[in-house]
């Protein structure tokens, strides 16, 4: 059963999310041969605020 996790920043729409979502869970059948169904996507999304590059927030 393969779970797949993909932090970004908040901000995208939830049409945007669904269509990542069904994206990657196609890649994931195609390229490993799970089922659909057993294919778990987790959504973490940060804060701008929690996210720094270069010792600089993004928010900043």
Do not use: N, W
């Amino acid at each position: 059963m393969p779970i797949v996790t993909v932090q970004m920043l908040e901000g995208r729409t939830d049409e945007q999310k669904k269509a990542l979502v069904e994206e990657v869970t196609d890649a994931v059948t195609r390229t490993t041969g799970a089922r659909k169904e057993a294919v778990t996507i987790v959504i973490e999304e940060m804060a701008k605020s929690h996210y720094a590059v270069g010792g600089k927030r993004i928010s900043d």
